[in-house]
């Protein structure tokens, strides 16, 4: 069955940075679009950033310039790279996969906590 796995959460004080990673497995990887949602307590999940087969890249506001989605095909692996972080930036970051077109997924990791306090 389908498994995505995340990890790299933690505490980072305010203009830190965390590096999260996403392992997929069960399905073919390469062909399907990633993206990292978050979830703060109290609030809906929100798309944060997403990257598509074919590499194209996309952020919501808040992030873009700080946050930087990749992918590595032969791992299996999606990252967040996540730098100045703020504490609004607080949530339960998850891994998604889908391919919308093909009603296939979506697929959801069981989320890692990120915590930005001094």
């Known amino acids: 069955q389908v498994q995505l796995v995340e990890s790299g959460g933690g505490l980072v004080q305010p203009g830190g940075s965390l590096r999260l990673s996403c392992a997929a497995s069960g399905i073919i990887f390469s062909i399907y679009r990633m993206g990292w949602y978050r979830q703060a307590p109290g609030k809906q999940r929100e798309l944060v950033a997403r990257i598509t087969s074919s590499g194209s890249t996309m952020y919501v506001d808040s992030v873009k310039g700080r946050f930087t989605i990749s992918r590595d095909n032969a791992k299996n692996t999606v990252y967040l790279q996540m730098n100045s972080l703020k504490p609004e930036d607080t949530a339960v970051y998850y891994c998604?996969?889908?391919?919308?077109?093909?009603?296939?997924?979506?697929?959801w990791g069981q989320g890692t906590q990120v915590t930005v306090s001094s």
């Open positions: 998604n996969a889908d391919r919308a077109v093909y009603r296939d997924g979506p697929y």
